[in-house]
């Protein structure tokens, strides 16, 4: 069965420090989305991305954030200057269509020190 | 804004005995909604989904209730089993919308 696939499991980084994380979606999907859960806390919607481009984005989605698919299989998050308050759990998503059901990725957790 | 909310946040069952998890949202715009199983240091796995123009829709052994009346959703697991523990999630989404809206969980707990 096709699934959702991130790297790193886990990462470990100093403020201020830049991270990526990365993401295969499942290979027929359109749409995209990473969304984060802070531990104990529900899960929370970041971007979505279709055709090679921000569709939506939410509040936590600053400046410091971006996302790309550099090829056609990789979605990356890239934080630029990670804050303490980023520490979580990030999750990738995919959806064949942007109406229909998102398969999670098993998520990469992020601690920032 | 409006969000996605749930009932109790804890949930103990017998084993065999039927669980059934509730949901309430704000938002009655909404018209896609999806029950997602969340098991210790794993991505929110799908379980079942329903729209709005339906009030019931069955997998196996789970079934999700829409009430749009009183803006409530259930997921009903029949025969809980001690891998059904997990915490689960409403999540709902709106006309053309991409992103989820979450509720914060609700953990079942199945007993011997």
């Known amino acids: 069965e096709p699934e959702v696939t991130q790297t790193p499991s886990h990462q470990v980084t100093q403020m201020g420090q830049e991270v990526i994380l990365r993401c295969v979606p499942i290979s027929n999907h359109l749409y995209f989305y990473w969304y984060r859960q802070i531990l104990g806390q529900k899960v929370e919607f970041l971007v979505s991305?279709?055709?090679?481009?921000?569709?939506?984005k939410s509040e936590i989605f600053d400046d410091q954030f971006s996302v790309e698919r550099p090829d056609g299989s990789n979605f990356t998050l890239k934080i630029r200057s990670t804050k303490l308050e980023d520490s979580a759990m990030y999750f990738c998503a995919s959806s064949a269509t942007g109406q229909e059901t998102q398969y999670f990725g098993p998520g990469t957790r992020l601690l920032v020190l | 804004g409006e969000s996605v909310g749930l009932h109790l946040p804890t949930l103990s069952v017998q084993e065999g005995d039927n669980s059934i998890i509730n949901c309430a949202y704000s938002n009655s715009a909404s018209d896609y909604f999806i029950w997602y199983k969340q098991e210790s240091g794993k991505g929110p796995q799908f379980i079942i989904d329903i729209r709005s123009n339906m009030d019931k829709r069955q997998g196996q052994r789970v079934t999700v209730l829409l009430n749009k009346t009183v803006k409530h959703l259930s997921l009903q697991i029949a025969a809980t089993q001690p891998g059904d523990s997990a915490v689960y999630f409403c999540a709902e989404t709106f006309p053309y919308g991409q992103n989820f809206v979450f509720g914060p969980g609700t953990r079942l707990s199945v007993l011997p």
């Open positions: 991305f279709y055709n090679n481009e921000i569709s939506e």
